[in-house]
């Protein structure tokens, strides 16, 4: 068989946390919170399923969610999308992801991504037919080079991929980048695609900047969130989209013949659960809290920590390990897991061809002990 996708092996994610388990490793590799969400959230589910709320939902998901995620988004962002043809439940952000690129993107259309990126973006560019335009990060800040992306932008490019705070290196972008981003694109076709799951997690004080707070990025963007990351259930597989009426109306083409729609329940109770916005609002506090906590503990070993502004992740640079020293990311990781017992992901992972800097991203979505089981084994180093 020809494949799709010749260059594509298994994820990262999948390949770490396998060989953590072989080894019996704490895993601070693939994105995921090692408790459960809230208890009240688990009984809405529950309340759901016999409430009778078990057959399908229509297309673009239950109308109480969309309210309740229009209502959020209104008093979050500034923007009200329309209920009715400008939010769709999707099965996370993956499938949200992929069906947005499916919608827009025609064979050979130029889709540019910022590197390094989370791993799902490139090949569903290329299920979708579109070549995609790797634009550097800064190296080192891992902030936004605008002039880089304005080189890059040609009649061909159809969409923009941006992720803020971002997965792998926790920045999170500026008010002045956001103005920067909607300078660049005045008075092109592109349109954005902004994956903005980690919403909720911005920490010292600072703001998400959602494109739909922007309105001249708004009206030319797709927004991708996940309730498994804001609500601590990722396996749930759920999320929505927002975008402007006419994208939607694309978007929901694709949609209603890749997954039709999203499992009832789940939307039903998430729906009861948005009506209080406490979970959400004190979620910065909450990771803030285990970020301090786990920089706090690596602050006396040779690894060199990187800022983290959002998102649950914190990246470090082991160059300065005698026994790491400049070993490859991939290897790094894995002699961590053998030799050390704490799994990560390297850094390299979220580039296309690789990447020589000697960065490894762990994830503090865990429990105090957990992060305290990994810091006293990270300590020795
Ligand atoms: N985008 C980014 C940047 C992510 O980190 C993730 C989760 N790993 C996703 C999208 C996918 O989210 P979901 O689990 O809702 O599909
Ligand atoms: N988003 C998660 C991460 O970056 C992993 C999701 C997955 O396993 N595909 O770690």
Known sequence: LRSRLPRVGTTIFSTMSALAQAHGAVNLGQGFPDFDGDPALLDAVNAAMRAHHNQYPPMPGVLLLRQAV??????????????????????????????????????????????????????????AGGVAVRVPLTPGTFRPDFERLAAAITPRTRVLIINTPHNPSATVWSAQEMQALADTLRGTEVLVLSDEVYEHMVYDGAQHLSVASHP?????????????????????????????????????????????????????????????????LQLPAFYQRKRDLFRAGLAGSNLRLLPCEGSYFQSVDYRAVARLGDMPGQSACEWLIRELGVAA???????????????????????????????ALLQQL
């Open 216 to 280: 001249e990025l708004q009206a030319r963007s797709f927004i991708v969130s996940s309730f498994g990351k804001t609500f601590h259930v990722t396996g749930w597989k759920i999320g929505y989209v927002l975008a402007p009426k006419s994208l939607m109306h694309e978007f929901r083409k694709v949609h209603q013949y890749n997954v039709f729609t999203v499992n009832t329940p789940m939307q039903y109770g998430l729906a009861a659960y948005l009506q209080d916005p406490q979970p959400y």
């Open 345 to 375: 992901i390297p850094m390299s992972a979220f580039y296309s061809e690789g990447d020589s800097q000697t960065i490894i991203r762990f994830c503090f979505a865990k429990r105090d002990e957990t992060l305290q089981q990994a810091l």
């Open 70 to 127: 229009a209502a959020k988004v209104a008093a979050m962002y500034g923007h009200s999308y329309g209920v009715e043809d400008e939010i769709t439940i999707t099965a996370g952000a993956t499938q949200a992801i992929l069906t947005v690129l499916l919608s827009i993107v025609h064979p050979g259309d130029e889709v540019i991504v910022l590197e390094p990126c989370y791993d799902s973006y490139l090949p569903n560019i290329e299920l």
